[in-house]
């Protein structure tokens, strides 16, 4: 199998985005490594070997996906036995012209500390802990937003996201059992209906996921998953509440369609 | 201040790291927009019109970072008055004949659900929630690996990125006041001793977040934190536990460290 190397001076996020995004394309499986803080000439070296190392044992050149900015460095790498995709080198020329400005290449630019944004989101995240699963029903005041659904249809992993990604401060109720029967919004939800975004989910796949965690239970039941989906989404359609159904998405998905239906602020872009 | 776009079928979360690396290298300010889940016409027309407002507003073109790969969506795109940039077209080309097949663009590939990963990911999240902050230390035999320093050394929000980005079970545990006297590894960890990774943080730093929490507290005092940074420090020297120091570093920063220096396997690449 063919290696592909996602390589750089930081976290290398950027190169994998980049790389997957590429590979993705095609319908073959290949081995991933990644390779960060490639900082030295001698750490270059020993990424370069290892590279060539990958090449001889597969009998094809490795594929190598990065974003050098420093010279040296990048030259050792591109002297790889492997195939260089280097994204920068062909819109960075393009982008100064339009700019009419220099790039002032520095290491570590996307994905290190920048002011504020840091705080924000250790901030954002320590709301999402302490607003999870309607254990504080007080603080909605200071939420960007508040997830709400039933149990286990995504809304801890979406608040923690939006925190840990953007910056977003969510918190998140669920909707229990006892709240079915007419089901109505609680007054201390009412109060910040602009806040509410509602998730969804297929009673199938809620059956699914809640059997994994309390087998043959009343919880899992397809009757009693069928009735909170259907008891949510229509207290969603009464009072106007946005929602998504999370059945097929991923949490990048989810919380990708709240921000483009909320047009929420994001404290990082 | 010109616009830049982020715009895609799907999350774009690939054409903001595509455009974030890009921008990253130009001293200078944007505003930034993403517009995701452009799948249809109508939508590409609304985004087109979006564009041109902005370019109109501010008198110069703005700047459209995209990777649509269906070409009806793509062409009413480049059509903006913007400029384009679209990474993709550069580089499928030489990466088909490398690869000796045909790109099979379809859309939603990079930022939706994989078979496995998702699961993996949420399962993470459960863990790393239920294994925060020393709460439970009778489940270490699952954990992938354990963080642990002393109390706002970064330990809660790389747990939850190691899952919700990778897939990986982290649980954490903290050194407090209590363990400083002549800190030693207590059983349930020294049992788990080749899972275990260190953060500390400077002195300073340490005040400054700590104050922020509890202001004037012993907790928060300069003699405090200097002896726990200290003494945690001496502990992973003593026992030949790897750390890292998160003073100046992202989360990003600190968990890519984490997974370059324990080589840890991902669940999602």
Redesign the interface.
Known sequence: M?TAFYISD?????S???G?????????EFE?Q????VETIEKAHIAKEKINRACARSGE?A?VFH?F?NNDIREIIDSCDG?I?N??E???A??EQ??Q?T????A??????HENS?DY??EA?NYA?AN?DGSIITNYEDADVILVGVSRSGK??SS??LA?QYGIKAANYPFTDEDMEELTLPPFLKAHKKKLFGLTIDAQRLMDIREGRMSNSRYASARQCRMEVREVEKLYKKEKIPFVNTT??????IT??I??ETGLQRYK?
Chains 1, 2 share one sequence.
Request: zero cysteines; aromatic letters at 14%; glycine letters at 2%.
């Open positions: 063919r930081g976290t290398a996020i950027t994998e985005v980049f997957h995004a590429l590979l993705s394309l095609f319908p073959t991933h990644t390779i960060s803080f050149p594929l974003t900015v195939v995709y994204f920068l062909h819109f960075v393009p982008l339009e700019l400005l790039a002032k290449p520095k570590h630019r996307t994905h290190s500390i840091y989101r250790i995240v802990l999870d801890t992993p923690l996201y840990l097929k998405f991923s949490v990048e998905e990708a369609k921000l483009s872009y």
